[in-house]
């Protein structure tokens, strides 16, 4: 039986008491696809497992019981009964593939501290803190706070709990804090991490689980935060390693010349970040809490979104120069927005829309062709151009203000 199976096994005995037996054949019923595994032998469900993930960047773990299923069984409990609609990590063989691509070892004692953000169960914060990580728990669920301090009892000084979400740090709006909201600066200073330069390593890693519902959102804020080099990234160059969906990585990843695909976000999350593709994984790997069954797996029809994408975004050490400045990144952002927003028009077009007549001059600064398309034309290319337009004492940029300031305060949104 694989280890998720189990995980399912071991809540349907909580919930079935003495009647285990007819209630596990239903409990198994609501996972059609896993009752070939649950069923097959051991050499068959590695086997087909083998099978079905060797396509995929990285490799699940062997099966081993190292995390005791049953010791979890109040919080699968918990996980399963939420009112949110979260991914869980609740098999342990997973847990240990997060931690292997992690690899929180290569670092030793002096290497990054890890936030790990909504842990739930704390498959993956025990397999961490096992593997010799210093973890940092960010859980916004308060049922699942006392498992969590218990844990950090027996840590040796290794986990830290913080009531926070991660996702909710440092919200635009105004008025007051209430938890589990919180400004990364009270985070941090409670913590005791204090700010590096950019060209240092990197000090924090961060991981997690993007909620379907709002992965682009909050996408488009981190990318304002890296470019102005605020919220988490006035601490340096913080390093996401995040589950997002399959359809979101593609997009993320797109080259130019995908006149569909190829977008703002696109552009310039190559720009600022070096981003890896660590594990991909099955979306029914994933626990989600009944109520939310049917949520599970969303369907794509132009992109596949089978997976879900563990994915490691470095901010680049080179990313700022003397014209791109957390200062001028805004204008940046908005340039890039503009012209990836109508992605078959003439760069030439879009330029003397901005400021007729100084639009061949800085094509031919850059190098480009005179006819290219927006849609053709690489993140970097746009870097040099906005470094071109920021050099230029005759192209006007006053252009680009009003939509720049509508579009920071919309950032976040």
């Keep these: 039986m694989s280890s998720l199976g189990g995980a399912r096994l071991a809540l349907c005995v909580l919930r079935s008491g003495s009647l285990a037996g007819p209630s596990l054949l239903y409990c198994f019923r609501q996972y059609p696809k896993r009752n070939m595994l649950a069923m097959a032998p051991k050499g068959a469900v590695q086997s087909i497992c083998s099978r079905a993930l060797s396509a995929m ?230 626990m989600t809490p009944s109520r939310f069954r049917g949520m599970a797996i969303p369907r794509s029809v132009l992109l596949p979104n089978d997976h879900m994408c563990l994915v490691k975004f470095t901010p680049r050490r080179d990313l700022f120069t003397e014209y791109l400045t957390p200062t001028s990144s805004n204008m940046f952002v908005i340039m890039l927005k503009q012209c990836l927003a109508r992605r078959k028009v003439k760069l030439m077009d879009r330029l003397n829309s901005w400021d007729p007549g100084n639009g061949l001059d800085l094509i031919r600064a850059v190098g480009l062709p005179e006819d290219i398309k927006t849609g053709n034309i690489t993140p970097d290319q746009y870097k040099l151009l906005f470094e071109a337009m920021e050099h230029s004492e005759s192209f006007g940029k006053n252009c680009l203000f009003p939509e720049m300031l509508e579009n920071v305060h919309c950032a976040g949104v």
């Design 57 to 286: 960047a990285g490799q699940r773990e062997s099966e081993t019981w190292d995390i005791d299923l049953m010791d979890h069984s109040n919080e699968l409990r918990i996980a399963d009964s939420s009112k949110q609609f979260r991914r869980f990590i609740a098999d342990p063989s997973l847990a240990r593939t997060v931690v292997k691509c992690l690899r929180p070892w290569e670092h030793g004692a002096s290497g990054p501290v890890i936030f790990e953000c909504n842990p739930g169960p704390g498959f993956v914060t025990q397999t961490l803190l096992d593997a010799g990580a210093k973890v940092v728990a960010l859980e916004s669920q308060t049922d699942f706070l006392p498992s969590l301090q218990a844990l950090k009892n027996n840590a040796d000084g290794q986990l830290s709990v913080v009531y926070c979400d991660f996702f909710k740090l440092d919200p635009l709006g105004h008025g007051s804090m209430a938890p589990p909201a919180m400004y990364s600066e009270t985070l941090f200073e409670d913590l005791g991490i204090n700010p590096v330069p950019w060209s240092a390593d990197v000090p924090v890693r961060i991981f997690g689980v993007f909620s379907q519902r709002n992965e682009s959102n909050f996408l488009w804020k981190n990318i304002f935060s890296i470019y102005e080099k605020r919220s988490i990234y006035r601490y340096g160059r913080i390093e996401l390693n995040m589950y997002i969906s399959e359809k979101q990585y593609r997009k993320l990843i797109t080259p130019p010349g995908n006149m569909r695909d190829y977008q703002a976000l696109s552009a310039l999350y190559q720009v600022a970040c070096d981003i890896q593709l660590l594990h991909m994984e099955p979306w029914s790997s994933f």
